[in-house]
Each structure stands twice: as structure tokens, then as C-alpha cells.
């Protein structure tokens, strides 16, 4: 049964994590159990294609697509997450497994979560430098073996926070593993969930101003010479730029915009109704993120060409389909830069 609709009494300072349940209440465990089930039997399988895709690619490995690797890896160890949530939201907010398993999966959610906005920034700078900088500066630059450093030192870095946020956690007395906790005597913990706070902020503005100029650029080029054949794809172009920026907002934004609130009420003496609300809303928030698993295959296949003949002959082989039209437009564009822009080979 559901506990009462919370108060405004004010939740002591010396209060522990034990007493928060007239705060909270089990009404979205089946909600966010069903949700999370639907996110996981499309983000597996889309991810599982993609990666599969990737490997099977032919063509020489550039900086972008290390980085897609490395999403890709990224969005998989995430959905892997999710059937523990869904595990835990189907026995009412009970963990029945060991609590070291509760602090690795926790750990891992988050460790994957940050190095998917970490990358997705990173790919929308390298997108934006390609068609800034000069030749000799890119193969300096956006080298596989740099990018692949800087993945390794992303990996490492997101590792190491959130391993020493959520594995030193105690195990929680009453057998619950994703739920609202105050910070009172870890108030360490939630500055580096601020941290986490101000790195996605950073990678946001980076990745509003580089897809948001490579949109503007494309737009202005397509308007000023609309009788030339390239002109269509600019416009195309620019229109899977804002695209990109569309997913990127929907699924994290609003998780970071009310995080500030969320780790506030942890660490002080906070209202009944604002700790209710800021963990119903943190779990609300959580379903947007976990959705980048399944919105980021189709970002693959709309921005690359590999990515879209790849998946067009799967297509075919698996439907028996003839008449599936591949488009080549995109490696044949005669302007040499719309190809640096839209290619994600």
C-alpha cells in the first residue's frame, strides 16, 4: 500500500535515511518498471546492431568513429543496468541480492551515463573543429590513436568518480538500492555530484554552439546558392544537427536541471513535500536518460552513410527485400565539406 501523500513537516537534520519513507511513497514502482522494460527491449537489440555495424564497416576507422565505438559500448553497459531497476521497481522497491551488487550496478549506470554526454560533446567539438581547422592541424587532432587516448582518459576519469561516489556507500538497512538518501554525513558525495552537474553544463554549451554553428553555416549556404544541387543536402543536413540536439535535450536536460534541488534536500534540512517531490521527479527524470539508449542508434543511422547502407542490406537479407534503395548521395557530394560534416564513416 502506498503511504500517505506527504507533509510539510520538516525532516530533522539527525534524521536517518530509515525515517524518509512518510516522504516517499511506492506509487511509480509499476510505472517505472514497465517503462524501463520497454527501454530495454528496444535499446539492447538497436545498440547490439549498431555495434555490430560499426565492426563490419570496411572502411578506415577516423576519429568519429572511435567515438560511436565508444557510445555504442557506452549505451549497452547502460541498458545492462536497467533489468536490475526493473527487478527492483517489480518487488516494490525491495533488493533482495547482495548489497555490493546494488553499488555496481548504481555504479555503473552513472559511470555510463556521463561518458555518453562526455562523448556526445566530444563528437559535436570534433564535428565542428573538422571544418575549422586546417589539414595538418585534423590529422594532428582527430588522429584514431588521439582519439582513442582521449576515450581511454574519459573512461578512467567518469570511472574513478562515480566508483568512489556509489562503491563506498553503506549498504542500506532496509533492503532498497535506487532510492532518495540525505548526505548529512557524506555531504563529499554530493559535491561531486555537483561536479557532475557543472561537467554536463560544459559539454550542453559546447554542444549547442558547435551543432548550432554547423546548423547556421549549412543554412546560410543552402539559402545563398539555392540553384546549385548541393543546396537540398545543406538544408538536410542542418536539420539532422538540430536533430541531434533535439535527443540531447529531451533525455538529459531535465534530469540536470532539477539535480541542483535533488542534492540540496540531501545535505539539508529540507521540507516532507520537497523531498517527495524532488524524488519523484529524479525518477521521472532517470526514464529520459535511459531513452538516449534507444534514440542514439537512430542518430547513427541518420547521420552515417556506412551506418545506413549497412542497415538497408541487413534489411534485405533479413526480408528478402529487392528493391531497397540505397542512396550514395552522401559520399558523393562534390563539396568536400558537406562530406566532413555529415560523414560519420
Known amino acids: 500500500m502506498a503511504n500517505p501523500t506527504p507533509t510539510n513537516s520538516i525532516v530533522p537534520a539527525n534524521e536517518s535515511s530509515t525515517s524518509l519513507d512518510d516522504c516517499t511513497d511506492t506509487s511509480l514502482h509499476v510505472p517505472l518498471a514497465v517503462v524501463y522494460s520497454v527501454i530495454c527491449t528496444l535499446g539492447f537489440p538497436g545498440n547490439m546492431v549498431a555495434l555490430w555495424v560499426f565492426f563490419s564497416v570496411k572502411k578506415k576507422k577516423n576519429s568519429i568513429h572511435v567515438f560511436l565505438i565508444n557510445l555504442v559500448f557506452a549505451d549497452l553497459l547502460l541498458v545492462i543496468c536497467l533489468p536490475f531497476r526493473i527487478f527492483y521497481h ?20 552513472y559511470t ?25 592541424m585534423q590529422r594532428w587532432l582527430f588522429s584514431p590513436n588521439s582519439t582513442r587516448i582521449v576515450c581511454a582518459v574519459v573512461w578512467f576519469g567518469v570511472s574513478a568518480l562515480t566508483f568512489s561516489t556509489y ?4 549498504p542500506d538497512p532496509d533492503n532498497r538500492c535506487f ?14 555530484n555537483m561536479l557532475g552537474l557543472v561537467i554536463f553544463w560544459i559539454v550542453f554549451i559546447a554542444l549547442m554552439v558547435s551543432y548550432g554553428k554547423i546548423a547556421l553555416k549549412l543554412l546560410k549556404k543552402s539559402k545563398e546558392r539555392p540553384e546549385m544541387p548541393n543546396a537540398p543536402h545543406y538544408a538536410r543536413s542542418a536539420k539532422k544537427s538540430f536533430f541531434i540536439l533535439f535527443v540531447f535535450t529531451f533525455c538529459f536536460v531535465p534530469y540536470h536541471m532539477f539535480r541542483i534541488v535533488y542534492i540540496v534536500t540531501q545535505i539539508t534540512e529540507s521540507s516532507c513535500f520537497l523531498i517527495y517531490l ?26 552515417s552513410s556506412s ?39
Open 307 to 345: 551506418v545506413r547502407k549497412e542497415m538497408l542490406h541487413i534489411v534485405k537479407r533479413v526480408f528478402c527485400v529487392h528493391n531497397v534503395a540505397i542512396s550514395e548521395s552522401t559520399t558523393s557530394y562534390e563539396n568536400h565539406e558537406i562530406i566532413r560534416l555529415e560523414e560519420y564513416r
Open 167 to 170: 562503491m563506498w556507500k553503506p
Open 278 to 303: 524532488a524524488d519523484k521527479t529524479n525518477e521521472v527524470a532517470l526514464l529520459f536518460i535511459a531513452s538516449n539508449s534507444c534514440l542514439d542508434p537512430i542518430i547513427y543511422f541518420l547521420l
Open 179 to 192: 532510492h532518495y538518501k540525505k548526505l548529512l554525513d557524506a555531504k563529499w558525495r554530493a559535491y561531486i
Open 90 to 109: 517489480t518487488h516494490n522497491g525491495t533488493w533482495n541480492m547482495h548489497p555490493t551488487l546494488c553499488r555496481i550496478v548504481s555504479c555503473l549506470f
Open 112 to 136: 555510463n551515463m556521463y561518458i555518453s554526454i562526455i562523448l556526445l560533446g566530444l563528437i559535436s567539438v570534433n564535428r565542428y573543429l573538422k571544418i575549422n581547422c586546417s589539414v595538418g
